[in-house]
């Protein structure tokens, strides 16, 4: 499927070369395309936004009131995808192309940061509601996921998303389902807009 979609692109933009952007397990799904496909040569980039590269412990975790409480505050991790996010899955393990460069960009999010902005030493005003639709637990407002240890996009661990010898482009401060904004765009161009 990728093939014909790489072949598209390669089309319409008029180049041999094209780059690709991809999120979550899409950087996986271009990853095994990648792979799976040594010799060519027509992808010049790729820049995986909050791909789980070693797997995610939201896949290990099947505790149903935690993932409850996550998909609230972070939206459906939906089941079909749990088994290719595991640590040590194929997906999570698969060879570079030796023609391609890849990138991360990583998600550091504090749930606090989304949820309110000290306006006054007593009040918080809402600031962004996409993550948190209900009052999240101190867990997340404190340190992002109750499921991962460490910095995480509330989904996917940093260490993670920076595992497997990738160049990285750095962290935002958004959580998985909003890193779609300025700062990623602005990381990817800083690699793709030269």
Not at 56 to 85: H, T
Not at 97 to 116: E, Q, R, V
Request: negative net charge.
């Amino acid at each position: 499927m990728l093939t014909g979609i790489v072949e598209g692109f390669k089309t319409t933009a008029h180049s041999d070369r094209i780059n690709i952007v991809a999120h979550s397990k899409g950087g996986l799904d271009a990853r095994v395309y990648l792979a799976n496909n040594p010799s060519i040569d027509d992808v010049a980039n790729l820049i995986m936004i909050g791909t789980p590269n070693a797997g995610s412990p939201r896949a290990e975790n099947r505790d149903p009131i935690e993932i409850m409480v996550a998909n609230q505050i972070c939206g459906e991790f939906p089941d079909e995808a749990i088994n290719d996010l595991r640590n040590g899955e194929p997906v999570t393990t698969v060879g570079m192309n030796t023609h391609t460069n890849y990138y991360t960009i990583a998600g550091d999010w504090k749930a606090l940061s989304d949820f309110c902005m000290p306006t006054s030493l007593f009040t918080c005003m809402p600031v962004d509601y996409e993550c948190i639709d209900t009052v999240p637990m101190v867990n997340y407002l404190i340190e992002g996921s109750m499921e991962i240890n460490g910095s995480d996009d509330g989904l996917v661990p940093v260490k993670s998303v920076e595992s497997g010898g990738f160049n990285s482009l750095g962290h935002t401060d958004n959580c998985h389902t909003n890193l779609f904004g300025d700062e990623e765009f602005n990381k990817a161009m800083s690699i793709i807009g030269k």
